[in-house]
């Protein structure tokens, strides 16, 4: 099963501009499980996305876009897993194409920044998601999904975060220290709020930009199927108007999407999570 339900001529590796990675990870999840499927699921829906695009005027897959086989490494868990990943994901940056993984819960992020890292050393990342994700360490563990983008930090990584709504003490003192640009969900309310907090974070970033997509960063009224929904979250087109001036701008030189735990029964989040991917990878393309 491959990314868009493509012919042989879309998918083939060498010529592709796309290496879709399918990370089933699902290990620190603090409230509803699921994430694991995701991956699959997201794949499977975008074999129902129409494959023209509406706003870019263009059918992005004759870019070509080739999808992995699941990243499931036997007997490996937790940090080693992640390990890995950040491992088998750096081969595959040599390659020189845009990687896009499909998460999986948000913890494998940290690995994948790592990775792409190798190949671009002033690599910066931007973020949307629910939750900042800056506590140091969450039960115990330092690689949990609530200290993915602390970790990213670590690395020595600028930060820009949007649709954020839910964090602690602790972490809004840490933003506070100037490492990240956050804009809270409730202060981007209007599409004038939408562009100023842009224009900072196109001065924070630096050129190489990883784009990481939690996708409860957007309304669970869009997206219910995600392992912990938070109201307020940002619209459909509040999503673009974030990501699509930090593709023109920048050299997106990786992405992600996480945090996709299919609903019986629902399939709109996992559809949402395969249009927002293929999107991405059209506006990857429109820059050139
Ligand atoms: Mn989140």
């Known amino acids: 099963m491959n990314f868009g339900g493509l012919p042989p001529e879309q998918t083939d590796r060498a010529k592709a501009k796309f290496l879709v990675l399918p990370v089933p990870f699902e290990e620190s999840v603090s409230y509803g499980g699921g994430t694991g499927a995701g991956p699959a699921a997201i794949i499977d829906a975008s074999r129902q996305v129409e494959l023209w695009d509406e706003e870019l005027l263009r059918e992005t897959c004759e870019a070509g876009i080739h999808t992995l086989p699941e990243f499931k490494p036997a007997r490996t868990k937790g940090e080693r897993y992640l390990k890995a990943l950040a491992e088998h994901a750096a081969e595959l940056v040599k390659e020189g194409k845009t990687l896009v993984s499909l998460g999986g819960e948000h913890s494998i992020t940290p690995a994948l920044v790592e990775a792409v890292r190798t190949k671009y050393p002033k690599l910066s990342v931007f973020q949307i998601d629910a939750h900042a994700d800056l506590r140091d360490e969450y039960e115990g563990k330092k690689w949990s999904h609530a200290c993915a983008m602390k970790r990213v930090v670590d690395l020595g990584c600028k930060l820009a975060q949007a649709g954020i709504r839910n964090y602690s003490k602790g972490e809004v003192r840490f933003v506070d220290r100037g490492l990240v640009a956050t804009a809270p969900a ?96 059209g506006y990857k393309v429109a820059r050139g």
Do not use: C
């Open 186 to 281: 409730h202060l981007t309310r209007t599409p004038g709020d939408v562009r100023k907090a842009i224009e900072r974070f196109l001065e924070h970033l630096t050129d190489d930009v990883y784009i990481t997509v939690d996708i409860d960063g957007l309304d669970p009224s869009l997206v219910p199927g995600t392992g912990t929904p938070e109201p307020g979250g940002l619209s459909w087109y509040e999503t673009l108007d974030f990501l699509r001036p930090i593709f023109a701008q920048k050299n997106v030189v990786a992405f992600d999407v996480e945090e996709v735990a299919p609903l019986e029964g629902n399939s709109v989040s996992q559809f949402v999570a395969a249009k927002l991917a293929y999107r991405m990878m």
